[in-house]
């Protein structure tokens, strides 16, 4: 039995929450079992929801070079988000710097300051980590965050299936 998506997707509707404006993950999971005499079959559907801000993003090199990283963007984002004391990444640039491919990533800091972090894009070493505060520091961290603020909200969804078939003896 193979559910559809649109029976999956409603499957995630019932979880509850309106996801709208915040950073979430919601997962509903089905399990449909079937048995006959000669088999059971256990098919498993698992839905993942996932809405947040859309972090703004800036390629400023060749399509070419830039499928060469071998650190993702999304793990660019968490080393500078770590790396920041678990800022909120504002926005991002895939650039060259002294010869390296590099992601420039804008963190936003809890206490209303901003850094900048510099990720090498082939080992994900951190090249620069610059906190800025003062007026400088507010002043960033205000244009940072009316970039977040309008970046569009995006939503995916991540269906998984798995079916398993056991022969009855």
Same mark, same amino acid.
């Given at each position: 039995?193979?559910?559809? #998506?649109?029976?999956?997707?409603?499957?995630?509707?019932?979880?509850?929450?309106?996801?709208?404006?915040?950073a979430?993950?919601?997962?509903?999971?089905?399990?449909?079992?079937?048995?006959?005499?000669?088999? %059971?079959?256990? =098919?498993?559907?698992?839905?993942? #929801?996932?809405?947040?801000?859309?972090?703004?993003? %800036?390629?400023?090199?060749?399509?070419?070079?830039?499928?060469? !990283?071998?650190?993702?963007?999304?793990?660019?984002? $968490?080393?500078?988000?770590?790396?920041?004391?678990?800022?909120?990444?504002?926005? !991002?640039?895939?650039?060259?710097?002294?010869?390296?491919?590099v992601?420039?990533?804008?963190?936003? =800091?809890?206490?209303?300051?901003?850094?900048?972090?510099?990720?090498d894009?082939?080992?994900?070493?951190?090249?620069?980590?610059?906190?800025?505060?003062?007026?400088?520091?507010?002043?960033?961290?205000?244009?940072? $965050? $009316?970039?977040? =603020?309008?970046?569009?909200?995006? %939503?995916?969804?991540?269906?998984?299936?798995?079916?398993?078939?056991?022969?009855?003896p």
């Amino acid at each position: 039995m193979r559910m559809s #998506l649109s029976s999956a997707l409603a499957g995630a509707a019932i979880l509850g929450a309106t996801l709208a404006g915040s950073a979430a993950a919601q997962t509903s999971v089905t399990t449909t079992t079937v048995s006959t005499p000669e088999a %059971t079959t256990t =098919n498993v559907e698992t839905v993942t #929801l996932k809405t947040g801000k859309k972090v703004p993003f %800036t390629s400023k090199v060749a399509p070419s070079l830039a499928e060469t !990283a071998k650190i993702s963007r999304e793990e660019a984002f $968490n080393l500078a988000s770590e790396y920041a004391k678990d800022g909120e990444v504002s926005s !991002a640039d895939l650039e060259t710097k002294d010869g390296r491919l590099v992601y420039e990533v804008k963190v936003l =800091n809890k206490n209303k300051k901003s850094s900048e972090v510099v990720v090498d894009a082939m080992t994900g070493e951190v090249v620069k980590a610059q906190q800025y505060g003062g007026v400088k520091g507010r002043l960033i961290h205000h244009k940072e $965050n $009316n970039k977040l =603020n309008h970046a569009a909200t995006d %939503t995916t969804v991540e269906v998984k299936s798995t079916t398993t078939v056991t022969p009855k003896p």
